[in-house]
């Protein structure tokens, strides 16, 4: 039977296309999450959590709290919407609610497994009342209500119209042939209206007789035609009626049963309020109408939470501790993990000039030409101003309609789907207050439509800091943002006095180098962390890593180890993207050794703190270090006017949009060179090609100029004793020992137009390889490259033989291809080769 199964297994793989044949959309990304969290994080997490619970009663004498969070999910997929014009307010909305879908529907099943196991009858008096007030509840409304009142109250419309008895007279049970007086039944007759055209059809566009059940206001709708979308909500809630009374079929009333079991009728009565909630989010999803009755539906943690918790009580208070601990337990870890939501979407914007659009319209001037003190002046006025600013009716351009659509999704759904509104490009104090302008007019809005408050808080607003001048200035911007007392009072009362910022690591590696980016990339930390220490702020810093090492990637422990002293107090965020989200978390075995390394790693960073520069001549050195690289990366990839050319020649980056990997466009505009491409197209070209050069370009020189400066054992001092210099040289090393120059000079032979000074140009990054590699293990004392991680060279020396092919037939293929881009087949094999180098590589994008 094994080697059967086995034999399905490859043929099925082997027989399965290897590309992707279609772009995915934004949706089709989310569901790829949500899988991943439905096959691996869904097991993974309980399993997580009894572990660090187990560590802690042998270490503290106390388990974990059963509802303690140590870590939480959020999801860009659907909400990232910078630079990408496939993801709108409707994608946001959707991808949402179809996660709270998923969620909801894994807690149903986990609910019928429990369900099953907790047979027992011993409980405490508080289930026991519970229990007893869900059955009377139950027998009342099978007894005293009409059968059309085992639906949700939101579909007694179509039941009330056809004008049914509300109950059966007496003597309906008898036989039909039972004689009647003058011949005639001694029971009123109904008359449903019918299609004359159609027999047997119902008429809707006719009105309905009266009858004691249908109502004036009722009646007077009856006449006109309703829309195809009424004809298709009718249709659904008679499947509703049919599917309740299957259900009741296949469950009988707990009357019926032979005996009482309270946990059953307890957790039944969640699993039908779970369902009522999936029934609705279905007909959100499907555009059609539904009411709003909270006390029909189970929306949030705590209402979920609850009865859970009561039985877990009731168990471990009579005796059946070792059940309470099994999957009831889990359940409850997964609920305070991953909520209603299963992960919080967070909303990701390039900060545009919305608010242009609106000062316009209102004829207050153009916003973006004031200056940052008159931005805020205004902001400020209006944010504690009780009216919204932007007319409802204002007309405004696309682009920034879809701003405000955005914003009034996120007040429809609020914090209890959605996390942070991040800004891209974030710069001033001012981009934050206009996000929460924005967002508090949204609010006001969708709450005056609604006729109620909008659900939930309001989101987080995290300014993301991404260029090198940038993150030099943000922590003066989060100091003036404090500094306004409208907002320090805003954090306090909506976010726990909380206040998260977000640092990018790939456009400051592509804006400045890697070395250069690392360097301020520390220093923003400390300069953010200080300023929210002057004001008494809590803060979170925001890691945008991505999975290349040019992207601020590499091993999670070592990354969050070598943080800056005091910028990991207890809490982190990290992005996990691209192929690195399958390759940790894709197993459920995998995906909680992750969540070990990141709640050790937190943990060692806030109870024992990284040493800072022991000499305060380090820090002057790393900006010499920083400011040589810089130039020297700026000099080869801004300045040189024949780099641009080389790079598009000598890397498939133009044939990687054939992959269909993600649904974001490679470039943020559609014209511009290296500075409006993204940075993973960015980072993979390069990968391909095996010269890696966004992780090392700039720092041989760099540390060239210290050396010959006289600072060798400085920089040997450094690397000993400063775990952020040692843990960026080291992944530096660790990358220089992946890169393969000769592979390189073949890609520019075959591809490389024949102008003398463009081919100079991979001479020079060839012999600028060479030196990263010598001054790297100059400064590590290793005696050749990972000599002291051999796993990792045993790894790349494996991948090898199978990478070296892969690169002399991608070379031909390429070749071949862009003398005839049209052939399909020969864009297939470049596909694959682009697949299998990735794979070999792995730090890929």
């Known amino acids: 039977m094994l080697i059967e199964d086995l034999v399905r297994e490859i043929t099925a793989i082997w027989q399965t296309d290897e590309l992707r044949r279609h772009k995915p959309t934004p949706v089709d990304e989310a569901r790829a999450g949500l899988h991943i969290v439905e096959q691996s994080l869904w097991k993974a997490v309980p399993h997580y959590l009894r572990r660090v619970s187990s560590a802690l009663k042998k270490h503290t004498g106390s388990p974990l709290p059963l509802t303690c969070t140590p870590i939480k999910f959020g999801s860009w997929m659907g909400g990232d919407r910078d630079g990408n014009p496939n993801v709108t307010a409707k994608v946001t909305r959707d991808v949402s609610l179809l996660s709270r879908w998923m969620a909801i529907d894994l807690y149903i099943r986990e609910l019928d497994n429990l369900s099953f196991e907790l047979s027992v009858k011993r409980c405490s008096d508080k289930v026991s009342s519970l229990a007893n007030e869900i059955l009377l509840k139950g027998q009342f409304h099978a007894e005293g209500n009409t059968w059309n009142q085992t639906v949700p109250q939101r579909n007694t419309k179509l039941h009330h119209s056809l004008a049914l008895p509300a109950q059966l007279p007496s003597g309906a049970d008898l036989p039909s042939c039972t004689e009647c007086t003058d011949g005639e039944s001694q029971f009123r007759i109904i008359n449903l209206p019918r299609n004359p055209s159609r027999p047997g059809a119902l008429n809707l566009t006719e009105k309905f007789e009266e009858s004691p059940l249908s109502s004036p206001g009722r009646q007077s709708q009856m006449g006109r035609t309703p829309s195809s979308g009424q004809l298709r909500k009718l249709f659904k809630e008679s499947n509703i009626t049919r599917s309740s009374s299957f259900r009741k079929l296949l469950e009988p009333s707990i009357s019926d049963r032979p005996g009482i079991t309270p946990y059953r009728v307890v957790l039944g009565n969640v699993k039908e309020k779970l369902v009522k909630t999936r029934r609705r989010l279905e007909l959100l999803l499907e555009d059609l109408p539904c009411d709003y009755d909270t006390e029909e539906y189970c929306e949030t943690p705590d209402r979920l939470l609850e009865p859970l918790l009561l039985c877990y009580q009731s168990l471990q208070s009579c005796g059946s501790t070792v059940l309470a601990d099994g999957r009831l337990a889990d359940l409850i870890r997964r609920v305070a993990i991953f909520g209603m939501a299963l992960m919080k979407l967070d909303v990701r914007q390039v900060h545009i000039k919305t608010l242009d659009a609106?000062?316009?319209?209102?004829?207050?001037?153009?916003?973006?030409?004031?200056?940052?003190?008159?931005?805020?002046?205004?902001?400020?006025?209006?944010?504690?101003?009780?009216?919204?600013?932007?007319?409802?009716?204002?007309?405004?351009?696309?682009?920034?309609?879809?701003?405000?659509?955005?914003?009034?999704?996120?007040?429809?759904?609020?914090?209890?789907?959605?996390?942070?509104?991040?800004?891209?490009?974030?710069?001033?104090?001012?981009?934050?207050?206009?996000?929460?302008?924005?967002?508090?007019?949204?609010?006001?809005?969708?709450?005056?439509?609604?006729?109620?408050?909008?659900?939930?808080?309001?989101?987080?607003?995290?300014?993301?800091?991404?260029?090198?001048?940038?993150?030099?200035?943000?922590?003066?911007?989060?100091?003036?943002?404090?500094?306004?007392?409208?907002?320090?009072?805003?954090?306090?009362?909506?976010?726990?006095?909380?206040?998260?910022?977000?640092?990018?690591?790939?456009?400051?590696?592509?804006?400045?180098?890697?070395?250069?980016?690392?360097?301020?990339?520390?220093?923003?930390?400390?300069?953010?962390?200080?300023?929210?220490?002057?004001?008494?702020?809590?803060?979170?810093?925001?890691?945008?890593?991505g999975g290349s090492i040019g992207r601020g990637g590499g091993p999670t422990y070592l990354a969050i180890q070598s943080q800056p002293p005091g910028s990991v107090t207890g809490t982190l965020r990290s992005t996990e993207q691209g192929e690195m989200v399958q390759a940790k978390f894709g197993l459920p075995q995998t995906a909680v050794r992750q969540l070990e390394i990141y709640t050790t790693a937190v943990l060692l960073a806030t109870l024992r703190p990284p040493h800072p520069p022991r000499d305060p001549n380090w820090r002057h050195l790393m900006e010499d270090i920083s400011r040589v690289s810089c130039a020297h990366y700026r000099r080869t990839v801004y300045e040189d006017p024949e780099f641009i050319t080389y790079f598009q020649e000598a890397t498939p980056q133009a044939e990687l949009g054939f992959l269909n990997i993600g649904s974001r466009p490679a470039k943020r505009k559609p014209s511009g060179g290296i500075s409006s491409l993204r940075a993973i197209p960015w980072v993979f070209a390069w990968t391909q090609t095996r010269l890696v050069l966004p992780a090392w370009l700039g720092v041989g020189a760099g540390l060239q100029s210290a050396m010959d400066a006289g600072h060798g054992e400085e920089l040997r001092a450094m690397y000993d004793e400063w775990p952020f210099f040692q843990s960026t040289v080291d992944l530096i090393e660790m990358v220089t020992a992946k890169a393969d120059a000769p592979t390189a000079a073949r890609y520019e032979e075959m591809l490389v137009a024949a102008p003398e000074r463009r081919r100079a140009v991979g001479g020079e990054l060839r012999r600028e390889l060479a030196r990263t590699v010598r001054c790297v293990l100059a400064v590590s004392g290793h005696s050749k490259l990972t000599a002291h991680n051999r796993s990792l060279r045993r790894l790349i020396e494996s991948r090898l033989a199978y990478l070296n092919p892969m690169n002399m037939l991608q070379v031909e293929v390429l070749r071949r291809l862009r003398q005839d881009d049209d052939n399909r087949k020969l864009r297939d094999v470049l596909l694959i080769t682009i697949n299998g180098i990735a794979a070999g590589m792995r730090n890929t994008g």
């Open 358 to 545: 609106v000062t316009s319209y209102l004829d207050l001037g153009v916003y973006s030409e004031w200056d940052e003190e008159k931005k805020l002046d205004f902001l400020t006025k209006e944010l504690k101003g009780k009216r919204p600013l932007i007319p409802p009716n204002i007309e405004v351009a696309a682009d920034v309609k879809e701003v405000l659509d955005t914003f009034k999704v996120a007040a429809e759904l609020g914090s209890d789907s959605l996390g942070a509104y991040v800004i891209s490009m974030a710069s001033n104090a001012s981009d934050v207050l206009a996000v929460e302008l924005l967002q508090k007019d949204a609010r006001l809005t969708v709450s005056g439509d609604l006729g109620r408050p909008c659900p939930g808080g309001t989101l987080r607003v995290v300014p993301l800091f991404e260029t090198v001048k940038d993150l030099q200035e943000a922590g003066s911007a989060i100091r003036k943002l404090l500094s306004i007392d409208w907002y320090r009072d805003h954090i306090v009362k909506n976010h726990n006095g909380h206040q998260e910022v977000m640092v990018g690591y790939s456009d400051s590696g592509k804006d400045a180098g890697r070395f250069t980016a690392a360097w301020e990339l520390y220093k923003a930390q400390e300069d953010v962390v200080a300023a929210c220490n002057e004001f008494g702020t809590k803060v979170t810093l925001f890691h945008g890593r």
